[in-house]
């Protein structure tokens, strides 16, 4: 069940002429350091690590002037001595990778004042130097759903989850709205895995049983059972981040994915050019900073155009997506989510 992929936001998501990676002429400001604090794990992690370092690695080969730097927290010392010691090096512009440590980069911020700290996926902190940047993954997932309703021939999807985090209600009420907002007639059958040691093999076989054709793994890892049970059963699967989708081409309908080089791109050329504002900042269609990949010969060309169209829509602001189940429910009171699921 080989399926090419190809990535539609090489086609949707081009940032406009007022979003140019890097300008030249007198308005920026070179030489510019950067550096990179990991979230524990080094840069070859095949996950966030290494995107943001190879993001970085490009802009040097690119850019006269430009240096990264990064340091592991755990493995090269502290947070806040490695963070000293990148300031130290000439880092003016701190990348910070682990959001769940926003109290001590906060502390870390104010021992730095001439840094400018960038922190992926965390809530805004409060300090004059950084800049907390937020993907809105929930864009790409209710994306996912749609697509994933529009390919199902059985009307049956499945969904299955772990801990229930606000983050995880998001991401499952925003893939079970963007269904039935293809299919009216969609069943979608939500399981918690939480409580199994088999990785949900059982739940996504049983899935499988109940006539399921897709089945959504809201937060697992890329070596997923639910996944490997859609490729042994020969049904498609969307994940909700890169590694999911990278690690399970066979069997992968659509992945959201963080696109964070187009981010990164954006607030450095900001920081060159002294136009940075300090503060919370969201990534979603409109900018570029999301994406979702599908399946090329998956859906049907006027399938691909209703999910283009409804990619745009999200793009312009005018659907606005439900984040939680009471929500969800309020808003399709006709839902049918299927036995036992809730």
């Not at 992926?120 to 809105?136: D, H, K, P, Q, T």
């Not at 989850?161 to 293809?182: C, I």
Request: charged residues 20%.
């Amino acid at each position: 069940m080989r399926k090419s992929l190809i990535v539609l936001a090489a086609l949707l998501l081009l940032c406009s002429a007022g979003c140019s990676l890097f300008t030249t002429g007198n308005d920026v400001n070179l030489p510019l350091q950067a550096g990179l604090l990991t979230d524990g794990s080094s840069v070859e992690d095949g996950g966030i690590n290494q995107a943001v370092w190879t993001c970085l690695q490009q802009m040097k080969s690119e850019l006269s002037g430009f240096e990264a730097h990064y340091k592991v927290p755990g493995q090269d010392g502290g947070y806040s001595e490695c963070a000293a010691v990148l300031a130290e090096r000439g880092c003016t512009l701190i990348v910070c990778v682990d959001g769940s440590m926003a109290d001590t980069i906060a502390k870390v911020a104010v021992e730095n004042p001439s840094c400018t700290f960038l922190v992926l996926n965390s809530e805004e902190i409060r300090a004059n130097n950084v800049v907390s940047m937020g993907f809105s993954m929930d864009e790409a997932v209710y994306l996912a759903g749609y697509a994933a309703a529009k390919t199902s021939v059985s009307e049956r999807l499945g969904c299955v989850h772990g801990r229930m985090t606000e983050e995880t209600e998001r991401l499952v009420v925003s893939f079970m709205a963007g269904a039935r907002a293809a299919n009216s007639d969609i069943t979608i059958l939500r399981r918690n895995i939480m409580a199994q040691r088999d990785g949900g093999r059982l739940t996504a076989e049983e899935l499988v049983a109940n006539g399921v054709d897709v089945i959504f793994h809201a937060d697992g890892a890329g070596d997923s059972a639910v996944l490997r049970v859609c490729e042994e059963n020969g049904i498609w699967a969307v994940g909700a981040n890169t590694e999911q989708g990278q690690g399970n081409p066979d069997c992968m309908l659509a992945y959201a994915e963080i696109q964070i080089d187009t981010a990164l791109r954006q607030i450095i050329n900001e920081a060159s050019s002294k136009e940075l504002k300090y503060g919370a900042r969201t990534f979603d269609f409109s900018n570029g900073g999301i994406a979702l990949t599908i399946g090329e010969s998956i859906l049907s060309e006027k399938a691909i155009t209703s999910v283009n169209n409804i990619r745009e829509k999200l793009a312009a602001g005018e659907i606005t997506l439900p984040a939680t189940f009471e929500q969800l429910f309020e808003k399709y009171p006709d839902l049918v989510e299927g036995q036992g699921s809730r």
